[in-house]
């Protein structure tokens, strides 16, 4: 898939907002700061002092302590080196725990259709700032199943599939943080030490999948894969669990297959790029 980007167009004020047309219900300077923020965004993702007075119809003077304030609370960026307002890391972390939020929901079909397609335990899982965190649980649909944990904190995501699907995308000093100081051992195959561990997330990024081979728990084989957004930033992980039981090459690659597609459905919902999607939405039923 190419992309092409247009050149910015020209530059030209923008129609004035409700709150300059003296609309009681507004307050002028929140809705003026709002409008600067949009107006970056509109304009590329950075722009002048001069340019955005210019699209926004406001005097450079209030243009430059608005975006004084908004620098001060993150919400905008000088760029360095350069006579331009960038947006700021705030607004990414917003949009970061917005998504959190709806994570689950636009989850839930592709939880459904994964268990019905393997039968197994399938677990949603997000980052919250340095956690990983268990987000939805969907049981497994056989006598014999796998118990991996409810709802909150994962422990071991260096020991699951799904902390691996996500770590294996992330700076490695967020790595050491989210596994601070050792890596616990679990079992007898839990990997223990940081260069293996960084060795094996470089396997997980190639192949597009993470596989956990009872490094959490025995007798236990786990499949994950992460979820992406606009920006290409991981926000989170769908696993599916089996007992070594029927850990058959051919059921760990129904898993694969059933888990690979849902992450790569998902994640062109929020607006990955290059993710190519020839499957539809499925649908929720009721049990």
Known sequence: MSITILPTPATKARPPRSAANGDRHSIQSVDRALFLLETIAEAGGEATLTDLATRTGLNISTCHHLLATLIQRGFAAKVSGRRLYALGSRIIALSHACLQVDLPRRAQPYLEAINRAT???VHLAGLQGDN???LAVREARHAVRVDTGKIGKVEAPHATSVGKAMMAWLPEDEIRRILG????RFTDKT???FPTLLESLRHVRRNGYAIDREEFLPGVICVGAAIRDQAGTVIGAISASTPAMRATEEHIGLMRDEISAATRALSAEFGAPNTQIKTDRP???AN
């Open 119 to 121: 039968g197994e335990t």
């Open 132 to 134: 990983v965190m268990t």
């Open 181 to 184: 100081q050792s890596l616990k």
């Open 191 to 193: 990997i223990t030490d």
């Open 283 to 285: 649908q929720a039923v």
